[in-house]
């Protein structure tokens, strides 16, 4: 008979299997983790695994299974007034959003998590979700918009890397030009 694992081994197990790239086994380990950090009553750590299980998922090619694993999360984050985890569950709901093709729900939704994590004062996250919500715009034809976002995520970064650097000054040439 097998042996039982923890919440934190199925965890870590979940997390091995990301790195190899592995995501059914990821995404499977990070379920049974939220299961048994739900029956352990740790609200938050299952709701962290679920949001994991639902980039996994993604990874995986299934937007519908990480849409309805990840809903929901966010509100356990806001109730403990966790607005960096809310934050990062709302982009992820977006991102599932938008993998099932539903752009308008998309970008609200990475809307909300932007302000949310502003509220947090999570910067460096702010611009990786404004990136993403830039690059759904231009996917959708609006490139001036599309600049606008990824201008004003990089602004907000505060220790930008060569690359956004770069972007930055190219992205202001564009604008005004």
Not at 32 to 55: G, H, R, W
Request: net charge neutral; aromatic share 4%; with cysteine.
């Amino acid at each position: 008979m097998p042996e039982e694992l923890s919440s934190q081994q199925l965890e870590k197990e979940g997390k091995a299997a990301y790195e190899r790239a592995d995501y059914p086994s990821a995404a499977k380990a990070f379920a049974e983790a939220a299961t048994a950090y739900s029956a352990q009553d740790e609200p938050q750590l299952a709701a962290e695994m679920k949001n994991n299980q639902c980039v996994a998922l993604l990874q995986s090619r299934q937007a519908r299974a990480a849409l309805e694993v990840v809903m929901g999360t966010d509100a356990v984050f806001a109730a403990a007034s966790d607005h960096r985890r809310q934050g990062m569950a709302l982009a992820n709901q977006a991102a599932a959003l938008e993998a099932l093709h539903r752009r308008d729900e998309a970008l609200a939704g990475y809307q909300i998590s932007v302000e949310i994590l502003e509220k947090a004062g999570e910067s460096d996250l702010r611009a990786e979700v404004l990136r993403a919500m830039a690059g759904l715009q231009a996917r959708g034809g609006k490139m001036t918009d599309a600049v606008i976002t990824m201008q004003t995520g990089l602004m907000g970064v505060e220790k930008p890397t060569l690359r956004q650097r770069i972007l930055k000054k190219l992205l202001f040439l564009r604008l005004w030009r």
